[in-house]
């Protein structure tokens, strides 16, 4: 598993995760994209997230975000669709 954010709310860094995955930067317990996905938004409702199943990431530093914040957005850009569809 490779760092994608760092942040004490683990729902922060679902959102993270989640948005590399939906946008094919990551891959969660598949190599493709869309099962990924869908794969990554069933564990996250059964409470089941492994983040060690993520196929590949990338390595970066980011400073204590807000989900809401203009900054997580520009780096997240599928935070915003990745957070409703989890909190469904």
Do not use: C, P
Not at 36 to 47: H, T
Request: proline share 0%; glycine share 6%; charged share 30%.
């Amino acid at each position: 598993m490779r760092l994608v954010g760092v942040s004490m709310d683990l729902n922060v860094i679902y959102i993270m995760v989640g948005s590399k995955i939906k946008t094919g930067d990551m891959l969660y317990q598949s190599d493709n994209k869309k099962e990924s996905w869908e794969i990554f938004q069933r564990d996250y409702r059964l409470g089941e997230v492994e983040l060690d199943q993520l196929k590949y990431g990338f390595v970066d530093i980011y400073e204590e975000y807000s989900v809401s914040s203009r900054e997580f957005s520009e780096e997240f850009f599928e935070s915003e669709i990745v957070q409703k569809t989890l909190m469904e």
